[in-house]
């Protein structure tokens, strides 16, 4: 079983910035923002392998997974041995590469990873977006076996006057957990997923959840996305072939906290996530607040 991540887009929200260096390589703290995923998306058990989906444009992302003996050996022949282990670990993840070099949309870049899958279920995870503590798809492969390994994405709930802006499921809850409210829209909560709704009128939305991120999918999918025609925005979109596969299979979804992840799909998100990180590191918070001035006040 393999993770996909789809990492060939431009990154133009970080524009110049992203002119020669890929957005996936902007660091939070020491790390890219990259390998937190790459690390999230191996925590789930039978997950061997992560697949990158990147541009032939970007060839600075492979650089970055690959090994460097030379580097390693060099940097302990200066006493530098937790900076060596550091980037012999990023080298030695269990990474591989597919190329999307037409950018026709996620479910184009997801089918690009087809031959890499094997004909098995698969995680894909969206690469702006990371959870520090790698539980989500843990849960969500947890689901997915108590519904006879059914397809499974994760949700979040979203303000009534903001549905409009996502993705959202039409289904029922078919389990919450104890002191839940009615609507199963607290964290834990399971839904069966009848439908998908493409940013709804709030009057209109069958619920007020709407897709985080991260998918757990039936290799089924790859063959619908083989026949997928364009939708939104001119391009091959993964929510389209998700409605198609709900007509064959059953779907489910696990309602999360989407604050448990870290945003960096943005200049502002982005520096904000390093931030909280930072703050959250014992190693790192008393040289970051000492860094950061005493004209700002932190908590």
Sequence with gaps: MKSIIPAAGLGTRFLPATKCSPKEL????????IQYVVEEALEPAGVEGVVIVNSHEKPQIEAYFAEDADFESMLRERGKNDLADAVHEAGALPVSFVYQDDPKGLGHAVYCAKDEMDGDPFFVLLGDYFVP?????VDMATVSAAHN?????????????????YGIIAGE??????????????EGAVWKVTGLVEKPAPEDAPSHLFIVGRYLLSPRIMDLLATQGT?????????????????EEEMYAVVVDPDKGCDTGTPAAWAATNARMALADETQVAAFKEALGKGVRLG
């Design 26 to 33: 902007l660091p939070v703290l020491n790390k890219p923002v």
């Design 133 to 137: 503590d790698r539980q989500m798809c």
């Design 149 to 165: 390994n059914a397809s499974v994405i994760a949700v979040a709930p979203v303000p009534a006057d903001q549905v409009s802006r």
């Design 173 to 186: 809850c078919v389990e919450s957990l104890p002191g839940c409210d009615a609507t199963g829209e607290d």
């Design 231 to 247: 939708g939104a925005g001119g391009e091959i979109q993964l929510t389209d072939a998700m409605e198609r596969l709900l007509e």
